[in-house]
Nanobody, 117 residues
Framework: VQLQASGGGVVRAGGSLRLSCKAS????????MGWYRQTPGKAREAVAT???????DYADSVKGRFTISRDNAEGTVDLQMNSLNSEDTAVYYC????????????WGQGTQVTVSS
């Protein structure tokens, strides 16, 4: 499977953005999916994940502001980001670690999110 992220951009603090990850090459219905982010000099961190059954998990820093969702029919995983602040500025990456039957890590290309004050 290949992952293509889109939707990044520049937004003012307090604003919203929606990132989308489009998968190709395979159905993602059994895949564990997620969004990570990285800033210069820091390790990549998990932002939000969603299991094949739709169970979600969020980093404490984004709980209540971000929402991850998936559309298996469309092969997409979206990240709705609200109430953005400067600490959300990062490169965001779509990610999968495969299925319960086959573990494999795949990263999409990053998409830049910049929150201006």
């Amino acid at each position: 499977v290949q992952l293509q992220a889109s939707g990044g951009g520049v937004v003012r603090a307090g604003g919203s953005l929606r990132l989308s990850c489009k998968a190709s090459g395979d159905s993602i219905s059994d895949y564990f999916m997620g969004w990570y982010r990285q800033t210069p000099g820091k390790a990549r961190e998990a932002v939000a994940t969603i299991s094949s059954r739709g169970t979600t998990d969020y980093a404490d820093s984004v709980k209540g502001r971000f929402t991850i969702s998936r559309d298996n029919a469309e092969g997409t995983v979206d990240l709705q980001m609200n109430s953005l602040n400067s600490e959300d500025t990062a490169v965001y990456y779509c990610y999968t670690r495969g299925t319960i039957y086959l573990y494999r890590e795949i990263w999409g290309q990053g998409t830049q999110v910049t929150v201006s004050s």
